[in-house]
């Protein structure tokens, strides 16, 4: 009978492929880029985690996940490094039979589960600091769907604030690994840090919940504003709920829980030719509209073009009810944009493209700016 199938005989759900590294071709925080020599001669473009898999380099033999390249899908455009199986990495320095270095697992369960000291456990040296804590104090925290919303937040935060310590907040709505972020790369210079929560791993610290991350975000660094969203990755099924950004409903409940000033960045675009997401996205309206019990602020940008802005103040007027609309002006956000040490772009549109996107998430860090004691 079907019910009695053996778990021996299901389908794999890996594509898996074995090959020999033949170039590193760039690397940053966290990760390598490699070409990779497959048996059949052909070249596959894949990407490690020294810190999971050990170091590749010329000549070893890796395993791979393949699935989500050779599914094309936009953001996974590489084969995954599994294992090194012929040169594993060495045991980390610290024993193993302890939790003295953490016994906070990421990747539950899972092949590549790894074990992390979180930012709160006892073996922490901020474990005393956090456990008395139980309020973000006003901190001015924003919300966003999306990751590639991060780098606008934060040029919105510094146009008017350049001193002001931003910490990012990782969920695991997207990307897990920290690492997979050349973004998050880029900002290093603009970050006070970055403290990955849930099953999201790879931050400066690492946190369980988003609850613990945000007060490890106020009180372990110190931030002004902190930011809270998604690694890229963003996964949508065209529903009502079946999208990851759905959490930011729920972030924006965890900071008025601990005590926080939430800012809601909308995700606005007159250049997505999905009807779903012209005007404000659908995941915004579901977020903030059904999900979020809490009020936040949502900052609409002031000049939007006039269609746009009147397609934005119709689609928001529900939620007024519950949250305060705020209308942040503009000038001075483009140039701030410009001048981010990264590329901007969103579902493949850059600044240009979809200057409305990136123009509401600056205004969205403008406002939690202007919050800051």
Do not use: C
Request: aromatic share 4%; no cysteine.
């Amino acid at each position: 009978m079907d019910g009695d199938r053996r778990a021996d005989s299901v389908p794999g759900m890996v594509r898996w492929r074995s090959g020999t590294v033949a170039a590193v071709r760039r690397r940053w925080a966290g990760a390598a880029e490699l070409d990779v020599d497959l048996p059949d001669g052909s070249v596959m473009r894949a990407l490690a985690y020294p810190a999971l898999v050990g170091d590749p380099q010329p000549g070893d033999r890796v395993l791979l996940n393949a699935g989500a390249l050779l599914m094309g899908l936009g953001t996974g455009g590489y084969a995954l490094v599994v294992a090194l199986p012929d040169r594993l990495p060495p045991d980390p320095p610290q024993a193993g039979d302890s939790r003295d270095a953490g016994h906070l697992v990421k990747a539950r369960y899972t092949p590549l589960q790894a074990i992390m000291l979180g930012v709160d456990e006892e073996a922490s040296p901020h474990h005393e600091l956090l456990a008395g804590a139980e309020s973000l104090d006003g901190l001015p925290v924003v919300t966003a769907d999306l990751h590639s919303a991060l780098p606008a937040i934060v040029a919105g935060v510094h146009a008017d604030a350049p001193r002001a310590r931003v910490a990012y907040v990782l969920t695991d709505g997207g990307a897990l690994p920290a690492w997979f972020s050349r973004t998050l790369d880029g900002l290093r210079d603009r970050l006070v840090g970055t403290v990955s929560v849930g099953q999201a791993f790879g931050g400066d610290l690492e946190a369980t919940t988003v609850h613990s991350g945000l007060l490890a975000a106020r009180h372990v660094l110190r931030a002004d504003v902190a930011i809270v969203a998604q690694g890229p990755g963003n996964l949508g099924t065209g529903t009502r709920w079946g999208f990851s950004g759905v959490g930011v409903g729920e972030a924006v409940n965890a900071v008025a829980a601990l005590g926080g000033r939430p800012v809601g960045s909308l995700r606005i675009s007159d250049a997505d030719p999905r009807p779903r997401h012209r005007g404000v996205s659908h995941h915004s309206l579901t977020a903030y509209g059904r999900v979020a019990l809490a009020p936040a602020e949502l900052v609409v940008p002031a000049g939007l073009d006039a269609a746009l802005a009147a397609d934005v103040d119709a689609a928001l007027a529900p939620l007024a009810a519950r949250h305060t609309l705020v209308t942040v002006p503009t000038d001075g956000l483009d140039a701030a944009l410009r001048a981010l040490p990264v590329t901007l772009s969103t579902m493949g549109r850059g600044l240009d493209a979809d200057h409305a996107y990136f123009l509401a998430a600056a205004a969205a860090g403008r406002h939690a700016a202007r919050l800051v004691p």
